[in-house]
C-alpha cells in the first residue's frame, strides 16, 4: 500500500512534465468515481426523485467509462503493446464490460471493482513509452 | 421486382425468428457501408463542399462503427465465448482499431477491410446460440 | 449449429448483394424490438432500480427509432414515391408517432404495433427500385 | 432604444401569456437562421480553416432543424390536424427535406427556402386552439 | 381564434425583423418552460412509470437551458457588455446553477425562479445593440 | 517557473489521496491540451483530409472544454467561493470564451492562453476545501 503509494506520487509528479501520458486513464477514473459516489448517495437516500436521477446520471457516467476506455483501447495501444501485455485485451473487457455491471448494479462494491480495473489498465498504460508523449491527443 | 419483393418479404419473416441474432452485427456494417459509400462519392467529387461534408459524414459513421462494435464485445460475448473463441479480443480491436483508420483515411480499401473484420465477427456472433435469443436487447 | 451456421452465411451473403434496400429499415427495427424487449422484462421483474433502468433505456431507444424513421423519410424518399404510394407520409407519420407512444406506455402490445409500423414502412421501401441501390448511404 | 427596450418587454410579456403556441416552430426557425447566416458567411470568406468551420456548423444546425420539426410533426399535430389540413405532412416533408438541402449546399436561397417552408408550418400551428396550450411541452 | 390568428402573425413579422435579438434567450427560456410543465405533471400524476418519464424529461430539457445560457454568456456577450452590466456574470451564474436546481427539485417554484434568471437575461440582451444584428448565429 | 512546478508536484500527491477535489479542471485541461495538440498537427501536415479533420476534431474538443468549465462554474463552486475570489465569474468566463477562439483559430497560441485560463482556475479549485472533498462527483 505505501510503497504503492509512493509509486503514484512518483508518476503524478512525471505527468506535470508529461500530462498526455497520464491524462487518458484519468478520464475514464473520474467518470467511474462518479458512478461509486453516485451509488453511495442513492443509498444515503430515500428519496424517491433523488434516487431516480442517482439511477440515471450513474447510467451516463458509466457510458462514457466504456466510452473513454475504448478509446483508449483502440486507439492508444498497438499490437506491439498486446505482445507485450497478453492480458491487455482482456482487461478492457473486463474494465468495460465491468461498467455495464455498474449500470445493471447499485453496490459500491461493483464500482469498486470497476476502479481497481481502470487501476490496472492505468499501470500498463503509464509503464508504456507512448504513455508519456503526446500521441494520444492526435485527432482520433 | 415482384420476385424480388417476395424474397425481400421471405428475408423480414427470417428476421422476425432470428433478430436477436442477426441485427447487431448489421448496425456496425450499415454505418461501415456508410464510409465505404462515402469514400467512393469523395474521390468522384471535385466540389470543396462536397468533400469537405464526406470527411465529416465518415467521422461519425465510423464513430457509430466503433459504438456498435464495442456493445457487441463487451455487451454480448461473455468470458466461455472468448475461451472458445481465442481470437475474438483481437478480432474485436482489429475491427474497432479499422474504424479509426477510416476515420484517418479516403481509400475506400481500408473500409473493405473494415467490413472483412465486421464480417468475420457476425459469423462468430452467429455461430454462438446466445447470437439466437434476444439477450442482446435487454437495457445496457 | 453446423446447419445453422451455413443458413446465417447464406443470409450474410444474401446481404452483401442487397444491404442498400435492406439495411435502413432494420435500423428501426433493432431499435423498436429493443423497446418491446424492454417492456417485456419490466413487466417481468419487480426490482425498482432495474425497472427504473427499463424506463430509461426505453426513452432512448425509442428516440434513436425515430431518428432512423425521420432519415428514411426524409432522405431516402422522393416526391415520386410519395405519388406511387399515397399513404406513405401518414405511414411514417404513423409509425414515428407510434414510437413516442412507446416512450409513453410499458404495454409490449404498443411496441408490437410500432413494429408493424416499421415492417409496413419496409415493405414500400423493398418495393422501390431505389431501395435497391447504394443511394441511401451517401452523406445526408 | 428605449423604445425598443419596451417594445422587447412588450413581446417578452406577450410570451408569458402564449408560449406554447409560440416557441417550437421557433426552434426550428432559430437553427434555420443560422445555417442561412453561416451559408452567406461562407461566401463572404476565402479563409480555408473559417469555410471548413461554416460546412460543419451549418451541418449541426440543419440536423437540429430536422430534428425540432419532426418533434413538431410526431408530437405535436393529431390525425385531427392532418385532417384539417390535408397538406401539412407534405408541408413537414419538404421543409425537413429542405434542410437536408441546406446540408448539401452553399447557397443561401436554399436556406431562405427552408425558412419559408417553417413559416409555413408556424402559421399552421398557431391557427390551431392546441397551438396556444401547454401541452407541446410535456415529456415527450 | 381570427383575432388571436392576427396577434400571432403580428408576433411573426417582428421575429423577421428582430430575430438575431431575440431567439436566443428564447431558446433557454422554451427548454426552462419545458421543465416546468414538467414539474407541474409530475405532482398532477401518480403513476410510477410517467413520474420516473418526467425526471429524466426533465434532466434533459434543465441540461439544454444551461447549454444555451452558456452559448449565450460566451458567445455573444463581450467585456464592454460585463463593464456596463456588472452583474451579468452572477445573472448568469445564478441562471445556471438554478437551471441545476431545476435537476434536484420537483418544485414548480424553481423552475419559475430559473425563468425569472432568464428573464432578466433577456432584458438585458434587448438593451444591447448587439442583440439586434445576427452575430448571434455566425458559427460558435 | 521552478518553485510553481514543485507546487505542481505537491497537489499532483495530493490528489492520490483526494481525486474528488483535483479531477475535475483535468477534464477541461485533457481536452484543451487536445485542441493545442491539433494545432501543432494541423500546421505540420499540408494534407488537405487531415487538416480538415483536425478541424473538425479541435471543435468538438474544444466543445466539450467548454462543457466541462461550464459544470465546475455551475456546479461546484458556490456564492462564498465568488465572494472569496471576486475575479473568478471572468476566470471562467475568458476561459469558455476562449475555448470559442480555440475554434476559431489554429494558433496553437490561443491555445496556450486557453491552458493557462484552465491553470488559474485549477488554482483557485485546488485552494478551496470544498476541492478536495467528493462533492463534485454527486448528482448534477
Same mark, same amino acid.
Given at each position: 500500500?505505501?510503497?504503492? /503509494?509512493?509509486?503514484?506520487?512518483?508518476?503524478? @509528479?512525471?505527468?506535470?512534465?508529461?500530462?498526455?501520458?497520464?491524462? *487518458?486513464?484519468?478520464?475514464?477514473?473520474? +467518470?467511474?468515481?462518479?458512478?461509486?459516489?453516485?451509488?453511495?448517495?442513492? @443509498? $444515503?437516500?430515500?428519496?424517491?426523485? /433523488?434516487?431516480?436521477?442517482?439511477?440515471?446520471?450513474?447510467?451516463?457516467?458509466? +457510458? $462514457?467509462?466504456?466510452? @473513454?476506455?475504448?478509446?483508449?483501447?483502440?486507439? /492508444?495501444?498497438?499490437?506491439?503493446? /498486446?505482445?507485450?501485455?497478453? *492480458?491487455?485485451?482482456?482487461?478492457?473487457?473486463?474494465?468495460?464490460?465491468?461498467?455495464? +455491471?455498474?449500470?445493471?448494479?447499485?453496490?459500491?462494491?461493483?464500482?469498486?471493482?470497476?476502479?481497481?480495473?481502470?487501476?490496472?489498465?492505468?499501470?500498463?498504460?503509464?509503464?508504456? +513509452?507512448? %504513455?508519456?508523449?503526446? %500521441?494520444?491527443?492526435?485527432?482520433?
Amino acid at each position: 500500500m505505501l510503497s504503492k /503509494f509512493f509509486v503514484n506520487a512518483e508518476r503524478a @509528479h512525471a505527468h506535470c512534465d508529461l500530462y498526455c501520458g497520464v491524462y *487518458d486513464p484519468a478520464q475514464a477514473k473520474i +467518470e467511474a468515481l462518479s458512478c461509486k459516489k453516485t451509488m453511495v448517495k442513492y @443509498h $444515503e437516500s430515500s428519496d424517491e426523485h /433523488f434516487r431516480q436521477r442517482c439511477v440515471l446520471v450513474k447510467e451516463e457516467r458509466a +457510458e $462514457e467509462t466504456k466510452h @473513454h476506455l475504448m478509446v483508449l483501447w483502440a486507439d /492508444f495501444f498497438t499490437p506491439a503493446h /498486446f505482445e507485450e501485455f497478453p *492480458d491487455l485485451h482482456a482487461q478492457f473487457w473486463r474494465a468495460i464490460h465491468q461498467a455495464g +455491471e455498474v449500470k445493471k448494479s447499485t453496490d459500491p462494491a461493483v464500482a469498486d471493482q470497476l476502479l481497481a480495473y481502470i487501476d490496472e489498465i492505468a499501470e500498463v498504460f503509464w509503464a508504456t +513509452e507512448k %504513455g508519456q508523449d503526446m %500521441g494520444v491527443y492526435s485527432p482520433h
